[in-house]
């Protein structure tokens, strides 16, 4: 165990819906990541929050926007999903925003999106 | 470009060697990590090698990196059944503020009896 946690495990949906992934990260991380792991794309990192303010974007599409809350808990938003967006959602954190110290990044368990 | 590739598979029995590689591309990562995904679970951080170093051994696991041609590679000695997973390589870059990870395209582990 990670000690991250994502909710819900499992989301089914329909197209043009819209849905909202939840991450508590481990006690004490500042930062939070996004990832999106699919069987064309393989692993892509979406975006990163630090302490509540966004500090780097991968390939994050414009549908899907993040937030960071003052509990540091956060949010990954995908709307007008479409069948493509279907994958494992997953989120990191860490205690630190830079890398340059090693930082480890723990994951959480993903959250799988089915748009049908 | 940001490709970190990685062979899609590989096969040994139960008590070899396992040697899986990656290619990465930024010189400059600081870090190069290795992480172990397990079926229907998350990424779990197996070993990192600071970019300074050429090889980093922890129990069974050997990291070795040729940085002149960003190749690094993981080596399971006395593979079991357990380690069947799909290992990751991944680079880390950093823009001073923010790090961002790059995974390979994942290295599907079987271990065969």
């Known amino acids: 165990d990670s000690g991250v946690t994502q909710t819900p495990k499992h989301l089914i949906t329909a197209t043009g819906q819209r849905v909202t992934l939840r991450c508590s990260p481990r006690s004490g991380d500042l930062s939070v990541y996004w990832y999106q792991q699919s069987l064309d794309q393989g692993l892509q990192f979406l975006i990163q929050y630090y302490n509540g303010e966004e500090r780097a974007k991968g390939n994050i599409l414009e549908r899907f926007s993040a937030q960071q809350f003052p509990d540091l808990h956060s949010e990954l938003n995908l709307s007008s999903l479409e069948l493509g967006d279907s994958a494992l959602y997953f989120c990191?954190?860490?205690?630190?925003?830079?890398?340059?110290?090693?930082?480890?990044?723990?994951f959480g368990p993903g959250t799988r999106l089915t748009v049908l | 470009g940001e490709d970190v590739e990685q062979s899609l598979f590989l096969s040994v029995r139960e008590g070899d060697s396992s040697v899986i590689n990656c290619t990465y591309t930024d010189s400059s990562s600081t870090y190069l990590y290795w992480y172990k995904q397990e079926p229907g679970a998350g990424l779990q951080l197996l070993t990192y090698?600071?970019?300074?170093?050429d090889m980093k051994q922890d129990q069974r696991l050997t990291v070795l990196l040729n940085k002149k041609d960003k190749h690094l590679s993981l080596r399971i000695a006395d593979t079991q059944t357990g380690d069947s997973a799909i290992y990751f390589c991944?680079?880390?870059?950093?823009?001073?503020?923010?790090?961002?990870?790059?995974f390979g395209t994942g290295t599907r582990l079987q271990v065969t009896l």
């Open positions: 090698i600071f970019s300074n170093m």
């Open positions: 991944a680079e880390i870059q950093n823009t001073g503020t923010a790090s961002k990870l790059t």
């Open positions: 990191a954190s860490s205690e630190e925003s830079s890398g340059s110290s090693g930082d480890e990044q723990f």
